[in-house]
């Protein structure tokens, strides 16, 4: 598998590369997986495909604050991301991989992987919900996907040394809550792991065997995006 470290400057362009690698892979078709590595220069919100921005958002915090909110591709609700959110993404082939055949067999297997390279870093974590993965009981890792023909993504979080404070500000409760959660508020539901991120990056890369490094990716495919798709206020609100 390919590993890709980059972040891009614009949070819209962060967004949608994962798009532009996802169209890419699928596209070309030879087979190139590639996991992902970045984080936020600058804090960020961003919503689900199908979120209601007005039920899940402060948004008169974010514009109060400067911060951006950008809709990304795949399903889930709003997250907060930024300096101390270690973002991931992997495009993996379907039929390549009977341990991600299906959406039920996908979250097993990336999170089980994702587990598996935590483990090693002392940390037991759990998958609880959907997609969650949870440390004592709070939630580290909320994690979405979206499925093509032949390959899929799948991205999501992982929390090191991010201000929770700032996602009380950001997010409204969400409509639905994974029973696990209760009615806890998100300063008392999400954490921090307490790791360095070299560790972090260099785990997450081993568990999943990514040791092509990788410098080329989408450029045009990913400005195209952002020019038609993400940086326009019709698709983010």
Known sequence: MDLLELTLSDPFADVALDEALLCEAEEQDDGREVLRLWEPRRPMVVVGRGSRVEIEVNLDECRRAGIPVVRRGSGGAAIVAGPGCLMYSLVLRRNARPDAAGIEATHRFVLGTLADGLARLGFAVLREGTSDLTYRGRKISGNSMRCRRNFLLYHGTMLYRFPIDLIDRLLLMPPRRPAYRGDRAHAQFVANLDV????????????????TVRSDWPRELTETLVRNRYARDDWNR
């Open 196 to 211: 360095e991120p070299a560790a972090l990056r260099a785990a997450i890369a081993a568990a999943f065997q990514a040791e």
